[in-house]
T-cell receptor, first 111, second 112 residues
């Protein structure tokens, strides 16, 4: 069974304090790994897709990386508006229409 | 238009009521999804429609009935729900099954 585990569950940072979120996964053949951001009471918003180990993608203060067992979302010099829940999801080669989500990391960035 | 629109945003219903959730997209996507999300939990897949045909049903109880009238619309018909069905129901779409999902803002359902 495909599984995704995210850590930490919650993270509190001061504005400008860089950190990383972890997503560990087991999947029967990875088609893609996705990072989404979700604000309270709203739907997830797409951030990145990673397809193969060693791949990296960046967007503003966020950088996502992928290995064969985990992915990291690095947040550099975060701002209060980066506060949200960050969800990781995997898509398997065999069940390609299905995204399996992790429980997410709730990030709070204080001014 | 790069949005998935869900209505209503909030719905309160009794256990004997019949109601429907609606979802619309005009991005030309051919796959549409229903997810259920409980508080502080990840979204869980319920149904997938691909080219207007039901392709995945994740063993969802029959009190939830999906419908895809055309390639732009997705409905979720609700009947005889239980209080534990209260959740945020998310609709999503993608160009096909193996692409990035675009989610709507969700419909917050409360069953009394």
């Amino acid at each position: 069974e495909d599984q995704v585990t995210q850590s930490p569950e919650a993270l509190r940072l001061q504005e400008g304090e860089s950190s990383s979120l972890n997503c560990s996964y087991t999947v029967s053949g990875l088609r893609g790994l996705f990072w989404y951001r979700q604000d309270p009471g709203k739907g997830p918003e797409f951030l990145f897709t990673l397809y193969s180990a060693g791949e990296e993608k960046e967007k503003e203060r966020l950088k996502a990386t992928l290995t064969k067992k985990e992915s990291f979302l690095h947040i550099t010099a975060p701002k209060p508006e980066d506060s949200a829940t960050y969800l990781c999801a995997v898509q398997a080669i065999t069940g390609f229409q299905k995204l399996v989500f992790g429980t997410g990391t709730r990030l709070l960035v204080s001014p | 238009d790069t949005e998935v629109t869900q209505t209503p945003k909030h719905l309160v219903m009794g256990m004997t009521n019949k109601k429907s959730l609606k979802c619309e997209q005009h991005m030309g996507h051919r796959a549409m999804y229903w997810y259920k999300q409980k508080a502080k939990k990840p979204p869980e897949l319920m149904f997938v429609y691909s080219y207007e045909k039901l392709s995945i049903n994740e063993s969802v109880p029959s009190r939830f009935s999906p419908e895809c009238p055309n390639s732009s619309l997705l409905n979720l018909h609700l009947h005889a729900l239980q209080p534990e069905d209260s959740a945020l129901y998310l609709c999503a779409s993608s160009p096909s099954g193996a692409n990035v999902l675009t989610f709507g803002a969700g419909s917050r359902l409360t069953v009394l």
